[in-house]
């Protein structure tokens, strides 16, 4: 059973919530602050609540030492707008300035510690910096669903310390809607696995395979299951040290009498570029020197229909080299389907989620998942440390 907010009373206590605040960024600019609106929520629930909140989050992937570049001072001057509330940042991760800091927090007040990937001990997760935090907390809040398949300091080794670690609100809807997908969707239920390499989603594809009525492929991944069945593919992407694997998801399909269904036709290149030439073939018989970089409009239309039949939907990856525009129709057409099935629908995935904010789409979608790996490792029926820290106890 996951632990929540409303299993704790917060007034007056200290509060270390962990975020997740890897955003990107462009010459210190936020370019999207999705992430960042996402844990608003929790946020004001807690400083509504006169809880005395410490935010910690990571952002890129620092050393194990401070980077300027990977500061989260920015990330403080926009959370600060976007609440209308003060938001204290302090440029250390622990220690003595950050426990002075911690002291002086008021009832509702919130403060920013620096990138906790800037000491060393948190992608290991050191019990030292672990203890150094939970001295001062009185209530851990695990609301970094994108960072709970991480077993860091700050998503266990606190949690684990802390006198209570419940959920924030984010985490909480993120787990609920998730374990809808897998355990009691609404029939029937499709499922549309995209991406460029089979072997990072061989056990996502496998568990929504048991799953789902139905599952839709596309991506690069989608040419090694052709060239598995034998397809000619050209000069495309395939993993020669997947296809067993491959074959093997094949089988199993045929096995379990569900549809797995790959690209009919794909549009072509001459070389990857945004300025190639580009042409439709069929997706098992791509000519000699070409590469397929997208569905076709022919699988286009075949994934729609399958798709505005469903009750419940899930997507993750791209069908195609999205970052070129002529190869990022496969991908707006099914953002297009999702949102017109009117199903239940999940969403997550960097490219996937993109193609929803160029189409205008996302308020159309019943849930888009803040997590990348993390939602792959929870399609995939994996349990997650950041999450099982918080079902142990209240």
């Known amino acids: 059973m996951l632990a929540t907010l409303q299993d704790v009373d917060v007034a007056g206590r200290t509060v270390f919530v962990r975020v997740d605040f890897n955003v990107p960024l ?33 952002l ?4 194990g030492a401070p980077d300027p570049a990977l500061t989260l001072e920015p ?20 220690g003595p300035e950050v426990d002075a800091a911690v002291r002086t ?83 029937p239920f499709v499922a549309i696995v995209g991406g460029a390499k089979i072997k990072d989603k061989i056990g996502v594809l ?4 048991a799953k789902a009525d139905a599952v839709l492929v596309g991506g690069g991944m989608a040419n090694t299951l052709l060239f598995a069945e034998g397809a000619s593919l050209g000069a495309s992407l395939v993993e020669p040290e997947a296809v067993d694997v491959a074959r093997a998801l094949l089988d199993e399909a045929r096995a379990l009498g569900k549809p797995l269904m790959l690209p009919a036709d794909v549009v072509v290149a001459d070389r990857f570029s945004a300025d190639a030439r580009t042409d439709v073939a069929d997706a098992r018989a791509v000519p000699d020197g070409w590469q397929a970089l997208d569905i076709g409009p022919r699988t286009r239309e075949r994934f729609r229909e399958v798709i505005l039949g469903a009750k419940t939907v899930v997507w993750n990856g791209p069908m195609g080299v999205f970052e070129l525009p002529p190869f990022a129709e496969g991908t707006r057409a099914i953002a297009e389907a999702v949102a017109a099935s009117g199903a239940m629908s999940v969403v997550g995935g960097g490219d996937s989620v993109a193609a929803l904010n160029e189409t205008g789409l996302k308020d159309r979608i019943t849930h888009v998942s803040t997590g990348g790996g993390a939602t792959l490792e929870f399609l995939e029926g994996k349990t997650l440390p950041g999450v099982a820290v918080l079902m142990r106890r209240p």
Do not use: C
């Open 105 to 187: 927090l008021r009832e509702g007040e919130i403060l920013l510690l620096e990138n906790v990937r800037f000491h060393p001990g948190e992608t290991k997760n050191d019990p030292e910096l672990s203890a150094a935090w939970a001295a001062w907390t009185d209530v851990y809040v695990g609301d970094a669903f994108g960072s709970a398949h991480r077993a860091h300091a700050s998503t266990v080794g606190i949690a684990e310390r802390a006198p209570q670690a419940v959920a924030g609100l984010l985490m909480e809807r993120e787990i609920r809607m998730l374990t809808r997908v897998l355990e009691a969707p609404e029939r």
């Open 75 to 94: 990330v403080a001057e926009r959370l600060k707008a976007l609440l209308g509330r003060t938001v204290r940042f302090i440029p250390a991760v622990a």
């Open 60 to 63: 890129g992937r620092p050393k």
């Open 26 to 58: 462009d010459g210190g600019r936020i370019a999207d602050e999705t992430r960042i609106r996402a844990h608003l929520p929790t946020i004001e629930a807690l400083s509504d609540r006169r809880a005395k909140i410490v935010l910690a989050s990571h």
């Open 206 to 209: 496998k568990n929504l395979l």
